[in-house]
């Protein structure tokens, strides 16, 4: 059992890693440029792995609709705005941010599947939401001046664009939620949620507006970050988390596997050699804490 948490937590390093990674992308390229070649080359690698499993027979017609439609708003709206808001408020602020999902899938769980909330559960949510307010409010340190700390225009707009990715997040971790349990296999799912993503992605590529355009030109190193950041984070990242879940407890490994924004914490200080400062170490934490409320209870 012990092998498969640890799977959980090498689930959310590759995550941790893949943000850093995706950081200095989106702000050569742009959060809509770096998402259609990251889209691009994670459908083709689950598409491949589907056929390789062979279990294309899992997805009934009944569910294909709602399935595609989560994928257009989970994937297509959710990391778009993701990796916009990556793009202005960098890593570390985004990764805490994208950690209200975990409250918003127990508020749209509520409303829509009928689940009743517990009060560990609504401690989780609040300690999350005071989390995520301590981090980025007093996260920030004066010295501080490395590109990942580094606010690109508007904060605000930033944080609102990390907001509504977690929320889309949510409402397409909703949507999958019962076709799951009816039998659809993971990966075929994922399969199909992230081709549609990409199709109406690339669409954007035609319009004639600047925020659709990549700011700078498309180089083999910027392809190759890319495509290992999509690797990382939905190919390797999100079959991490099947294999532990299939094995593990679900509660511990969805706690395990939500240490990513502590494991981008360590891994900036490792890097900067700059120790975060006090407000980003206590809101990350109460963060991770009340997720763990959250999933466990």
Avoid at 175 to 194: F, Q, V
Avoid at 210 to 222: C, D, M, Q, V
Wanted: charged share 10%.
């Amino acid at each position: 059992m012990l092998l498969y948490y640890f799977i959980a937590i090498l689930a959310a390093l590759c995550w941790a890693v893949a943000s850093l990674i995706s950081a200095d992308v989106t702000r050569s390229i742009g959060g809509l440029a770096f998402n259609r070649i990251r889209l691009l080359s994670v459908s083709i690698l689950l598409i491949s792995y589907t056929f390789y499993l062979d279990t294309w027979e899992t997805i009934n017609q009944e569910f294909l609709f709602a399935i595609l439609l989560s994928g257009i708003i989970g994937i297509f709206l959710g990391d778009t705005l993701l990796f916009i808001a990556l793009q202005k408020i960098g890593p570390r602020r985004n990764n805490i941010l994208f950690s209200l999902a975990a409250p918003f899938t127990v508020i749209l769980n509520i409303i829509f599947l009928n689940e009743i909330m517990s009060v560990i559960n609504l401690i989780g949510c609040i300690t999350v939401f005071f989390g995520v307010v301590i981090a980025i409010t007093y996260g920030n340190s004066r010295d501080s001046n490395h590109r990942w700390e580094v606010v690109e225009g508007n904060i605000y707009a930033g944080v609102t664009f990390g907001i509504l990715a977690a929320l889309c997040q949510a409402i397409g971790l909703i949507m999958m939620k019962p076709i799951l349990s009816m039998g659809a296999d993971p990966i075929a799912s994922a399969s199909l949620r992230t081709a549609i993503s990409f199709i109406f992605l690339a669409f954007t590529f035609f319009l004639n507006y600047e925020i659709f355009k990549p700011k700078t030109s498309i180089t083999l190193k910027i392809l190759g970050q890319s495509i290992i950041s999509g690797f990382l984070g939905m190919a390797l990242g999100m079959s991490l988390l099947l294999i532990a879940l299939q094995k593990a407890d679900a509660g511990i490994v969805a706690t395990l596997s939500s240490t990513s924004p502590i494991m981008i914490l360590i891994l900036i200080w490792l890097i900067t050699k700059k120790m975060p400062t006090f407000g980003a170490w206590l809101g990350t934490l109460l963060a991770i804490i009340g997720s763990v409320l959250i999933f466990i209870y």
